[in-house]
């Protein structure tokens, strides 16, 4: 018989193609061509830096290593506006779905080191109280512990909550402050613009600046999802795609 | 009757002669094409008007001007910048108190058609009516009965933000009369279907010279007899008539049809508005439509005169803003636009040398290019495009300057160098 003689042979040659590209990351098959994704992606190293690992003293967040869901997402919200930044949203401003959930899943395969986290003068007193925000929240403000969503070590939920260390203190403010006036929007419910609202200006200064003081764990990544028991319902956790 | 008192009143008899005929031009309704000469039929198999009306509306790219990013389709709010000012395109859906929800398909056709609201104030032609007019009526009730289909959205027009005097809406009553009529499509019997078919998708619902063709100072088209392209949305739009502006003619049909379905070609690519146009409008059309478009696009006839003038290659020793440029270029761009300009084959990187966009008399595009990067189009036929990093955060107008000097005068190219303020004028307004 045909099939019993070559059927072991196709099998090792497909499992040898398997294994190489699961060796290579970033190549993957649109409309059944195979294609590289780090060149396609070059564009982006020019403000997030290079393969997407950007400092902590710039205001450009790092992209690199966060799970893709959440990456995806992002690319989406920047080119349909429920996000806005002129020149981020004019780069993604006419791709394809397909085309940014692989340029998601690029960045979320990398693993970089991460630099030493920026040394900021912020006192003690505002450090503690952004720690405790993060750990315990504020049950009379009805505010969640960032924990409770974002992983105990801090670094993300596969597949759509990102990690919060590594970022800028800049950037991060600047987050809430988008979520509160409608500049960033994520799905419906939006947990996080609920959450920005019910924070004073004092609890987002020292949220951002605890956040961005934090070393961010060698090898950090996402910790296996999804998030069990969100203590308030997020749109993107319910139809995480 | 003394002297003066006569030439007084000529000149009043004169004025108000003048008064009246721009009047009449700029008021008055051409009577509606009755549909004698037929136009080519667009999506004729489509037989429900709805879905017709949409592929119509697709074809001539509706929803890009009159949606705003993050907004629902069709509500309006998108700025639109001209050297007039910037227009809010207006909310277009069937809301009655909002919207267009209680005109009637003759108040649109005579919108599509004449530029006229239904109260008859004249529109603004940065709605391209100029070029919708050749449009016809059963056409026009496609796209309007396809606009009634869409969910009304409550949303209240935002007014244009207009210098002095292009605010005034009643001076376009002159504007009319000097520069509209509204017009039907003529069917050139000494051209085939397919010829003709091309013609009414381009000069119709394609309206692509309302961006290709040079405008005068009053914004009105002026490039009939001397093809030049247009400057659009801080953009500069090259003639479809020079072959070295966008012209053609000269690349073969499958070429023409790539760029237009799939955004890039053998020859270039698109970028800017050009991107959105592919994007939003040309890669959903059928391929007969495609195809007739590249035939009557190759069939324009062609000149010259878009490059810039070559001036005399300079020895450029101790020139130090050419070395800097030099220098910056190998640093910066070489790696993917090859150390010679060449480009790349694999992945396709454009060559620089050579290159129409970069040698054009207006530097705009690739100013635009260097400041804020971008991709092709995302489309079937290249789903995964290349792209080009932005650099308005990393080098100085100075740097980009140089270094497009050096590029438009190296390798071959002989075009004049760039002046950082010309650079510095394209870091403000919308991008596009
Ligand atoms: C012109 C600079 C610039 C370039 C180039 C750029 N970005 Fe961004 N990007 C930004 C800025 C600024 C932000 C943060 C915007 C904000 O404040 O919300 C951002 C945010 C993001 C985010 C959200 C990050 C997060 O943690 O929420 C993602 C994902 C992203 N960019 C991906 C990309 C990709 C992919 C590319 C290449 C196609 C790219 N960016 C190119 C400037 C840029
Ligand atoms: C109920 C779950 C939940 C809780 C609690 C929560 N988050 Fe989030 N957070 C999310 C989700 C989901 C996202 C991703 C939103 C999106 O898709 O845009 C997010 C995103 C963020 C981001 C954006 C990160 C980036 O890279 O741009 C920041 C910053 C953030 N959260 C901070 C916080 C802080 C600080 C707290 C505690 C005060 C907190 N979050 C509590 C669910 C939560
Ligand atoms: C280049 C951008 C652009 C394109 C393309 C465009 N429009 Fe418009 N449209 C405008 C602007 C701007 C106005 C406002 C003109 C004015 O105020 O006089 C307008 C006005 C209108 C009006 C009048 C609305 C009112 O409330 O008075 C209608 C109807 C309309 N457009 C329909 C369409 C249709 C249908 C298409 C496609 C066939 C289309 N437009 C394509 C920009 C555009
Ligand atoms: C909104 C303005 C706009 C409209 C409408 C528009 N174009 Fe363009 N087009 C441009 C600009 C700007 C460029 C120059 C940038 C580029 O090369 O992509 C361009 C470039 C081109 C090129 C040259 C591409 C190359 O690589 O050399 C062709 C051909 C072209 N357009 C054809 C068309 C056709 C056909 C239509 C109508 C269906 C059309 N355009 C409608 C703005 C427009
Ligand atoms: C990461 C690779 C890369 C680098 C680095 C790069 N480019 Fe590009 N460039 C591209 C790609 C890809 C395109 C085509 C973009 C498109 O199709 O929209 C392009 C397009 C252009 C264009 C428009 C050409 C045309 O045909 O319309 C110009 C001009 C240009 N680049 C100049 C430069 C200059 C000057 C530099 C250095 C400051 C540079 N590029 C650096 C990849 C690159």
Redo the contacts between chains.
Sequence with gaps: MITSTTSPRIGRALATALAALALWPCAVS??GEV???E??V??C???HGDQGRATPDGYYPRIAGKPAGYLFEQLLHFR???R?H??M???V????D??LR?MAEHFAALDLPHPPPAVLNTDATTLEHGARLVREGDAARELPACTACHGESMTGIEPAVPGLLGLPQDYLAAQFGAWREGARRAREPDCMAQIARRLEPADISALSAWLASQPVPSHARAQAGPVRQPPMRCGVLENAR | MSRPLRWLLGAVVLAAAVIALIAWRGLRVDAPHDGATPVPRIAADISDPVARGAYLARAANCRGCHSARGDEPYAGGRQIPTPFGTFRSPNITPDPETGIGKWSDTDFWHALHDGRGPDGAPLYPVFPYTHYTRVDRQDSDALFAYLRSLPPVDRKNRPHQLKFPYDQRWLLVAWRALFFRAGTFEVQADRDANWNRGAYLTQGLGHCGACHEARNALGAIVSDEDPAGGVVLDWYAPSLRASDGAGVAHWSHEQVVALLRDGVSAHGSTMGPMAEVVYESLQHLHAEDLSAMAAYLRALPQSEGESAPRVASAAHEGDKAWERGASNYAKHCADCHGDRGEGKEDPGYPALAGNRAVTMRSPVNPIRAVLYGGYAPGTAGNPAPLGMPPYHATLSDQEIAEILGYVRGSWGNAARPIASFEVTRQRTGPLW
């Design positions: 649109i409309a294609v590289d994704f060149p396609r070059r564009p190293y020019a403000c349909d506006g429920r806005v002129d020149e949203s004019y780069l401003d006419r791709q394809r397909d085309t692989r």
